[in-house]
């Protein structure tokens, strides 16, 4: 398997201070895509970097790739009492049946007021 | 709208029986997932399909079986032979050459 791991697995932040959570993985990928969950909710998709690709930019989401390390990280700047919530990396590898995507274990973001 | 619906919401089972769980999508999608997920945990892939008849076992299908007889539907069945099935199981779905999954709100399934 290549799921990801991610780490912290829970970081507590103040309003405004930014958020950096990182995400490892094990084998070759073609994508890596961050979602947003809220509790006891569906997945919500926020970003998706490809492997040719280093940094990529979205509001206030910024994601790093580096591929040679297999590791990605996801950046929230400015951060608010509303994203708190869980945050997860998967891994996309394109077979010949389709796309498998693997979900890292997640981190569990608290932004206090 | 356009979207992803898992019913039911929540479903109680007693052990040794089957249960069925629903998805259905309106998005056009061809590819279509199912994750199991766990109390404070990731999310784990049980079978994933890529066009109708036709699916893939994930990480975890022992236990499981699905069906893909339409473009929008892709129903998860429970089955006895699924040790610890009590978790939060959700469906999503993904255009062809898309990148990103669309997800459904989840069912819980609580075995008694």
């Known amino acids: 398997s290549q799921q990801g791991e991610e780490d912290p697995q829970a970081l507590s932040i103040q309003e405004g201070e930014n958020a950096t959570m990182n995400c490892s993985y094990k084998t070759s990928i073609n994508n890596l895509q961050w979602y947003r969950q809220n509790s006891g909710r569906g997945l919500v998709h926020l970003i998706l970097?490809?492997?040719?690709?280093r940094e990529k930019h979205s509001g206030r989401l910024r994601v790093t790739l580096d591929t040679s390390k297999k590791s990605s990280s996801l950046l929230i700047t400015a951060s608010r009492a509303a994203d708190t919530a869980s945050y997860f990396c998967?891994?996309?590898?394109?077979?010949?049946?389709?796309?498998?995507?693997?979900f890292g274990e997640g981190t569990q973001l608290t932004v206090n007021p | 709208d356009g979207g992803i619906t898992q019913s039911p919401k929540y479903l109680f089972r007693k052990e040794g029986q089957n249960v069925t769980l629903s998805c259905e999508q309106n998005l056009n999608h061809d590819a279509m997932y199912w994750y199991r997920q766990d109390p404070g945990q990731g999310l784990r892939l049980i079978y994933y399909?890529?066009?109708?008849?036709?699916?893939q076992k994930g990480d975890i299908a022992e236990g499981y079986s699905v069906s893909r007889e339409k473009k929008e539907s892709f129903p998860l069945t429970v089955t006895s032979a699924q040790k610890n099935p009590t978790a939060f199981y959700l469906c999503?779905?993904?255009?062809?050459?898309?990148?990103?999954?669309?997800f459904g709100e989840g069912s819980r399934l609580t075995v008694l």
């Open positions: 399909s890529q066009i109708v008849n036709d699916f």
């Open positions: 999503a779905s993904r255009g062809l050459g898309a990148g990103e999954l669309f």
């Open positions: 970097i490809r492997s040719n690709e």
């Open positions: 998967a891994t996309v590898f394109e077979e010949t049946s389709g796309s498998r995507l693997t």
